[in-house]
């Protein structure tokens, strides 16, 4: 990088060289005198900030929009896209997602399903069931049930949504669906609430 200076030359600092002259009666002259100009100072005046109050974070929309409502608890099957925004903000979400299974992730192997869970006054512990239906062969193509779900999800404040992951051990390439998904809001400790998710194959 380079830095230059310009310096721009004063006309009153050029000399004359003299020449010779026939003697005469110098004549003074008036000097000129500069006459200042007044300057006027402008007076500074401190502009006072205006102080910031923040407001509180504005309550959560209730009821959720697109949930399904049976007392009060509401429950919402989220879309891919949905479920994808979802993880993105839920360390716990995506670490179910990014588990490997023989190298694939779990729901690129397996058929998988979700939940979106809420309560009105919160939960001590929830408890979501589904099935996994499917064709029963390649070559016949009724529906059967190839097993359950089971999972224990921990406890959750009022109206707060909860995304719950239903996992099966069934292959994703058998295209099975996770379907009569049933969600159990319980207000006591009974029971196992330690976090938990199962599977249950059914022998038909």
Partial sequence: MIAALFISPRADAATKTPSPTAKATATPTAKATATKKAVIKKKVTAK?????????????????????????????????????????????????????????????????????????????????????????SADDKTLRSFGTIRTVVKASAPRAITTVLLISQELLALKHIVTEISANCHHDPVGDNTPSSAYTPINN
Avoid at 57 to 83: H, M
Avoid at 86 to 92: D, R
Avoid at 99 to 122: F, H, M, P, T, W
């Fill in 48 to 136: 006072k900030r205006a102080k910031k109050t923040l407001s509180p974070s504005p309550s959560p929309k209730w009821p959720p929009v697109g949930f399904k409502s049976n007392g009060e608890v509401y429950a919402k099957i989220p879309t891919a896209k949905e479920l994808i925004g979802t993880a993105s903000s839920s360390k716990v979400l995506t670490a179910q997602l990014a588990q490997l299974v023989d190298g694939v992730r779990i729901c690129e192997k397996y058929s998988c399903g979700a939940v979106q869970i809420a309560s009105l006054n919160g939960c001590t512990w929830w408890e979501v069931n589904a099935k996994l239906v499917g064709e029963t």
